[in-house]
Protein backbone atom coordinates (compact mmCIF):
# COMPACT_ATOMS: atom_id res chain seq x y z
CA UNK A 1 0.00 0.00 0.00
CA UNK A 2 1.57 3.40 -1.40
CA UNK A 3 2.23 5.80 1.61
CA UNK A 4 2.71 9.89 0.92
CA UNK A 5 4.21 12.33 3.33
CA UNK A 6 3.14 15.62 3.43
CA UNK A 7 6.55 17.68 2.33
CA UNK A 8 7.87 20.38 5.38
CA UNK A 9 8.21 22.91 2.74
CA UNK A 10 4.42 22.86 1.64
CA UNK A 11 3.16 22.74 5.13
CA UNK A 12 5.37 26.04 5.70
CA UNK A 13 3.75 27.52 2.29
CA UNK A 14 0.39 27.39 3.32
CA UNK A 15 0.87 28.27 7.04
CA UNK A 16 2.71 31.44 5.18
CA UNK A 17 -0.63 32.53 3.32
CA UNK A 18 -2.88 31.67 6.43
CA UNK A 19 -0.91 33.79 8.81
CA UNK A 20 -1.54 36.71 5.98
CA UNK A 21 -4.90 36.15 5.75
CA UNK A 22 -5.17 36.76 9.43
CA UNK A 23 -3.89 39.88 8.95
CA UNK A 24 -6.89 41.19 6.59
CA UNK A 25 -9.36 43.28 7.77
CA UNK A 26 -12.83 41.75 7.23
CA UNK A 27 -15.43 43.50 4.79
CA UNK A 28 -19.16 44.48 4.62
CA UNK A 29 -21.14 42.40 2.54
CA UNK A 30 -19.46 39.05 3.02
CA UNK A 31 -20.11 36.11 0.51
CA UNK A 32 -20.08 32.81 1.97
CA UNK A 33 -20.44 29.42 -0.64
CA UNK A 34 -21.81 27.24 1.86
CA UNK A 35 -23.74 24.60 -0.74
CA UNK A 36 -26.51 24.20 1.12
CA UNK A 37 -30.13 24.08 -0.10
CA UNK A 38 -29.04 22.91 -3.65
CA UNK A 39 -31.08 19.69 -3.43
CA UNK A 40 -33.08 17.86 -0.57
CA UNK A 41 -30.88 16.19 1.76
CA UNK A 42 -29.23 13.71 1.23
CA UNK A 43 -29.48 14.00 -2.54
CA UNK A 44 -26.14 14.27 -3.79
CA UNK A 45 -23.68 14.69 -6.82
CA UNK A 46 -25.59 17.73 -8.24
CA UNK A 47 -24.80 20.31 -10.60
CA UNK A 48 -24.31 23.52 -8.93
CA UNK A 49 -24.48 25.44 -12.38
CA UNK A 50 -25.75 28.98 -12.14
CA UNK A 51 -27.41 27.89 -8.75
CA UNK A 52 -25.16 31.36 -7.13
CA UNK A 53 -26.43 33.44 -10.23
CA UNK A 54 -29.78 33.29 -9.36
CA UNK A 55 -30.64 30.51 -11.90
CA UNK A 56 -31.52 26.51 -11.43
CA UNK A 57 -28.79 24.00 -10.30
CA UNK A 58 -29.39 20.79 -11.58
CA UNK A 59 -32.06 19.62 -9.32
CA UNK A 60 -34.15 22.49 -10.15
CA UNK A 61 -33.64 24.34 -7.13
CA UNK A 62 -32.92 28.53 -7.94
CA UNK A 63 -30.32 30.42 -6.19
CA UNK A 64 -29.42 33.32 -4.82
CA UNK A 65 -27.69 36.01 -7.64
CA UNK A 66 -24.46 36.02 -6.04
CA UNK A 67 -23.05 36.88 -10.25
CA UNK A 68 -21.63 33.39 -9.52
CA UNK A 69 -21.31 30.41 -11.82
CA UNK A 70 -19.80 26.85 -11.93
CA UNK A 71 -19.26 25.08 -14.63
CA UNK A 72 -20.65 21.42 -15.75
CA UNK A 73 -18.32 19.36 -13.64
CA UNK A 74 -18.92 21.18 -10.41
CA UNK A 75 -21.06 19.01 -8.17
CA UNK A 76 -22.64 19.60 -4.82
CA UNK A 77 -21.53 16.69 -2.37
CA UNK A 78 -24.10 15.60 0.01
CA UNK A 79 -22.01 14.80 3.14
CA UNK A 80 -22.46 12.60 6.13
CA UNK A 81 -24.06 12.94 9.64
CA UNK A 82 -23.88 10.22 12.17
CA UNK A 83 -27.00 8.80 11.06
CA UNK A 84 -26.84 9.38 7.26
CA UNK A 85 -24.06 8.59 5.22
CA UNK A 86 -24.65 9.57 1.13
CA UNK A 87 -20.80 9.72 0.71
CA UNK A 88 -17.64 9.36 2.50
CA UNK A 89 -17.49 12.91 3.60
CA UNK A 90 -18.20 14.77 6.60
CA UNK A 91 -17.72 17.97 8.16
CA UNK A 92 -17.55 15.61 10.90
CA UNK A 93 -19.56 18.10 13.43
CA UNK A 94 -16.94 20.82 13.29
CA UNK A 95 -17.43 24.37 11.56
CA UNK A 96 -20.54 26.24 11.35
CA UNK A 97 -23.52 24.40 12.27
CA UNK A 98 -25.27 25.64 8.69
CA UNK A 99 -22.93 24.54 6.46
CA UNK A 100 -22.46 20.78 7.38
CA UNK A 101 -24.87 19.04 4.39
CA UNK A 102 -23.25 19.98 1.26
CA UNK A 103 -19.60 20.70 -0.38
CA UNK A 104 -17.95 21.35 -4.10
CA UNK A 105 -16.20 18.58 -5.70
CA UNK A 106 -16.10 17.33 -8.90
CA UNK A 107 -16.05 13.54 -10.45
CA UNK A 108 -14.26 14.55 -14.61
CA UNK A 109 -11.14 16.15 -15.09
CA UNK A 110 -8.04 17.64 -12.85
CA UNK A 111 -10.38 20.89 -11.82
CA UNK A 112 -13.28 22.61 -11.28
CA UNK A 113 -13.67 26.37 -11.06
CA UNK A 114 -15.34 29.63 -9.95
CA UNK A 115 -16.33 32.25 -12.49
CA UNK A 116 -17.04 35.80 -10.71
CA UNK A 117 -16.91 38.17 -13.55
CA UNK A 118 -17.85 41.14 -11.41
CA UNK A 119 -14.22 40.59 -9.74
CA UNK A 120 -13.12 40.70 -6.17
CA UNK A 121 -9.41 41.61 -4.82
CA UNK A 122 -7.55 41.04 -1.75
CA UNK A 123 -7.81 37.66 -1.27
CA UNK A 124 -10.58 34.77 0.12
CA UNK A 125 -10.78 31.94 1.85
CA UNK A 126 -12.46 28.43 2.25
CA UNK A 127 -12.68 24.67 3.90
CA UNK A 128 -11.19 21.88 2.09
CA UNK A 129 -10.39 18.01 2.75
CA UNK A 130 -8.20 15.85 1.02
CA UNK A 131 -7.95 12.36 2.23
CA UNK A 132 -5.05 10.96 0.19
CA UNK A 133 -4.24 12.84 -3.03
CA UNK A 134 -3.15 17.00 -2.46
CA UNK A 135 -4.69 19.50 -4.41
CA UNK A 136 -4.36 23.40 -5.93
CA UNK A 137 -5.42 26.45 -5.79
CA UNK A 138 -5.34 29.47 -8.80
CA UNK A 139 -6.39 33.19 -8.94
CA UNK A 140 -6.78 34.06 -12.24
CA UNK A 141 -7.89 38.04 -13.39
CA UNK A 142 -9.92 36.97 -16.39
CA UNK A 143 -13.13 34.69 -16.50
CA UNK A 144 -12.54 30.42 -17.15
CA UNK A 145 -9.30 30.65 -15.84
CA UNK A 146 -8.22 32.89 -18.54
CA UNK A 147 -5.62 36.24 -18.15
CA UNK A 148 -3.34 36.73 -15.15
CA UNK A 149 -1.98 33.91 -12.89
CA UNK A 150 -2.43 36.40 -9.84
CA UNK A 151 -2.06 33.79 -6.98
CA UNK A 152 -1.24 29.84 -6.39
CA UNK A 153 -1.95 27.59 -3.39
CA UNK A 154 -0.48 24.22 -2.57
CA UNK A 155 -2.97 22.43 -0.68
CA UNK A 156 -1.64 19.35 1.01
CA UNK A 157 -3.23 16.14 2.11
CA UNK A 158 -5.34 16.47 5.45
CA UNK A 159 -6.14 12.38 6.47
CA UNK A 160 -7.51 12.30 9.39
CA UNK A 161 -11.14 10.70 8.95
CA UNK A 162 -13.96 11.09 11.18
CA UNK A 163 -15.12 7.47 12.07
CA UNK A 164 -18.33 8.49 13.86
CA UNK A 165 -19.22 10.28 10.37
CA UNK A 166 -18.43 7.06 8.53
CA UNK A 167 -16.27 9.04 6.56
CA UNK A 168 -12.27 8.82 5.50
CA UNK A 169 -12.29 12.58 4.12
CA UNK A 170 -12.87 14.12 7.48
CA UNK A 171 -12.53 16.94 9.07
CA UNK A 172 -12.13 20.14 6.97
CA UNK A 173 -9.56 22.44 7.40
CA UNK A 174 -9.44 26.29 6.82
CA UNK A 175 -7.33 27.72 4.05
CA UNK A 176 -6.87 30.56 1.76
CA UNK A 177 -4.50 32.91 -0.31
CA UNK A 178 -4.28 36.49 -0.59
CA UNK A 179 -3.14 38.33 -4.11
CA UNK A 180 -2.70 41.75 -6.13
CA UNK A 181 -5.28 43.19 -8.39
CA UNK A 182 -9.06 41.65 -9.77
CA UNK A 183 -9.87 38.21 -9.90
CA UNK A 184 -12.78 37.05 -11.77
CA UNK A 185 -12.22 33.13 -11.18
CA UNK A 186 -10.56 30.62 -9.33
CA UNK A 187 -9.33 27.48 -10.61
CA UNK A 188 -9.95 24.69 -8.11
CA UNK A 189 -7.08 21.99 -8.49
CA UNK A 190 -6.74 18.23 -7.65
CA UNK A 191 -7.75 14.48 -8.04
CA UNK A 192 -11.10 13.71 -9.13
CA UNK A 193 -13.04 12.13 -6.91
CA UNK A 194 -10.50 12.79 -3.81
CA UNK A 195 -11.47 16.19 -2.53
CA UNK A 196 -14.30 18.73 -1.64
CA UNK A 197 -14.13 22.57 -0.51
CA UNK A 198 -16.92 24.37 1.24
CA UNK A 199 -17.48 27.45 2.18
CA UNK A 200 -16.03 29.36 0.24
CA UNK A 201 -15.64 33.33 1.25
CA UNK A 202 -15.12 36.24 -0.54
CA UNK A 203 -14.42 39.46 1.94
CA UNK A 204 -13.35 37.62 5.01
CA UNK A 205 -10.29 36.29 6.18
CA UNK A 206 -12.03 33.10 8.06
CA UNK A 207 -13.85 30.90 5.65
CA UNK A 208 -17.58 30.87 6.64
CA UNK A 209 -18.84 32.15 9.91
CA UNK A 210 -18.04 30.58 13.10
CA UNK A 211 -15.10 28.75 11.90
CA UNK A 212 -11.40 29.26 13.28
CA UNK A 213 -8.92 31.47 11.37
CA UNK A 214 -6.83 30.51 8.90
CA UNK A 215 -3.42 30.71 11.46
CA UNK A 216 -5.05 27.42 12.77
CA UNK A 217 -3.11 25.61 9.12
CA UNK A 218 0.02 25.81 11.67
CA UNK A 219 -1.53 23.44 14.43
CA UNK A 220 -2.65 21.28 10.96
CA UNK A 221 0.95 21.44 9.69
CA UNK A 222 2.37 20.23 13.02
CA UNK A 223 0.05 17.19 13.06
CA UNK A 224 0.75 16.23 9.46
CA UNK A 225 3.99 15.94 9.50
CA UNK A 226 4.41 12.58 10.71
CA UNK A 227 0.90 11.28 9.43
CA UNK A 228 1.39 9.01 6.41
CA UNK A 229 -1.80 8.18 4.43
CA UNK A 230 -3.12 5.05 4.55
CA UNK A 231 -4.12 4.68 1.04
CA UNK A 232 -6.33 6.21 -1.39
CA UNK A 233 -10.32 6.25 -1.22
CA UNK A 234 -13.36 7.65 -3.03
CA UNK A 235 -15.13 10.83 -1.94
CA UNK A 236 -18.49 8.84 -2.99
CA UNK A 237 -19.79 5.43 -3.05
Known amino acids: MKRR ?3 VLTLITIAAAAIALTAMPAKAGIIDLTFEGLAPYPQTEVTIGSFYNGGMDGAG ?7 ITFPDNALMLALNTTTQTPSNTSRGGLGDPASQLGGLFFLVGSSTFLDFPTGFDTGFSFNYTAFSTPGSIQVYSGVDGTGTLLATLDLPVTGVGCPAYNADFCPFFP ?3 TFSGVAESINFGGTADQIVFDDVTFGSSSPGPGTPEPASLILLGSGLL ?12
Request: charged share 15%.
Open 175 to 177: AGV
Open 61 to 67: VTGPSLG
Open 226 to 237: GLGVLGRRRLTR
Open 5 to 7: NVS
